[in-house]
């Protein structure tokens, strides 16, 4: 799908989609017990332009999210005069080749599935001076065809990232087999994603640092905070309505 400008009056319809996800995350955590201000709201910027991704920054939500480095990199430059500055999210696959010139965005990353991907960022990161932030992406359906690691490499991925100093593991991420399937399916899967952070923090070295579960997009994304999400990826329900 290609990127797409918002019509006029799109300022006004990003506003009023952003707030109403908003109420639906503040209920999701009244529900939940939890605090609303704990939950990150990412706005998935992917099918808009950067113009259609301004509005969504002055709407009020500052961290911005691409799933390909191309279009990070185009963003990130195009929208660098914001104020506050936007917080970029890599949600997509990160090819090794691509690392240097993502990693001058200072995105967290939440896409880390491989130790070779792994060692490849912290040699990047050494060579810039800078600690990389990042998620290790969990394969929750098991499918070999999609992304992120397996439950043990995604393990063996924290341990071995607690020896590089370049590399700061902040959680995990995952989406559910079928976003858009049944509402308790998805949230069994988040339940077992938030069970393996909690096992890890518990176990591994360097665990404290593993506060953030990055699950839950326009879909399911109230599943993922009764589950204990820390982070959401919205695109869809922020444009809802401006197809032309």
């Known amino acids: ?47 808009v332009d950067a113009a259609a991704a301004r509005l969504v920054h002055a709407a009020g939500c500052h961290d911005l999210a691409e799933s390909r480095p191309q279009a990070l990199w185009g963003k990130a430059e195009a929208l660098a005069d914001l104020a506050p500055p936007p917080r970029w999210h890599l949600i997509g696959h990160l090819q090794r080749n691509k690392i240097r010139r993502t990693l001058a965005a200072n995105p967290l990353i939440h896409s880390l599935d ?67 399937g049944d509402p308790g399916a998805a949230r069994r899967e988040f339940a077992r994603l938030r069970e393996l952070r909690d096992r890890f923090a518990a176990t591994l070295p360097g665990g404290d640092s593993l506060r953030e579960l990055s699950m839950g997009m326009s879909g399911d994304f109230v599943a993922a905070i009764l589950e204990g999400a820390t982070m959401i990826r919205i695109g869809s329900a922020l444009f809802a309505g401006l197809d032309r």
């Open 1 to 47: 799908m290609t990127c797409r400008p918002l019509p006029e009056g799109g300022a006004a319809v990003v506003a009023a989609n952003l707030a109403r996800v908003r109420d639906q995350v503040a209920e999701a955590c009244r529900r939940a017990g939890r605090n609303p201000a704990a939950v990150t709201l990412i706005g998935v910027t992917k099918y």
């Open 114 to 180: 491989s130790r070779r991907l792994l060692e490849s960022l912290a040699a990047e990161s050494a060579a810039a001076g800078r600690v990389c932030e990042a998620l290790v992406e969990v394969n929750l359906a098991g499918d070999p065809d999609r992304t992120g690691a397996a439950e043990a490499e995604a393990e063996a991925i924290v341990a071995a990232a607690a020896t590089r100093p370049e590399i700061l593991i902040r959680g995990l991420m995952g989406m559910a087999s079928v976003p858009d």
